[in-house]
């Protein structure tokens, strides 16, 4: 091979995979933030509490990085945007 050709190749290379990144780094922010509106149609959530019930005091809720942050449902699976004051008929108080 000649040498003034190989940096050239390694570039192109380079930029192969860079091009092909792109698409799964999207993928991944994107499935990173998913609701299930299906689930939280057939549990009536709301993004607000119902008196002392709350998403943060069920015993269902996966807390998000902070306190007031997003988290999961182990009742709405896939589900990550669930809001710690949000309520839904799954709701059972921590014991």
Known sequence: M???HKPRRDFLKASGAAVAAIPLLASSR???AAKNDA???AFKYQDKPEGEKMCSNCMQFVPGKAA???GGCNVMSGDTEISPKGYCVAWVKKG
Do not use: I
Request: net charge negative.
């Open 2 to 4: 000649n040498e003034h």
């Open 30 to 32: 994107w499935a990173a």
């Open 39 to 41: 689930m939280r149609t």
């Open 68 to 70: 007031d942050a997003p």
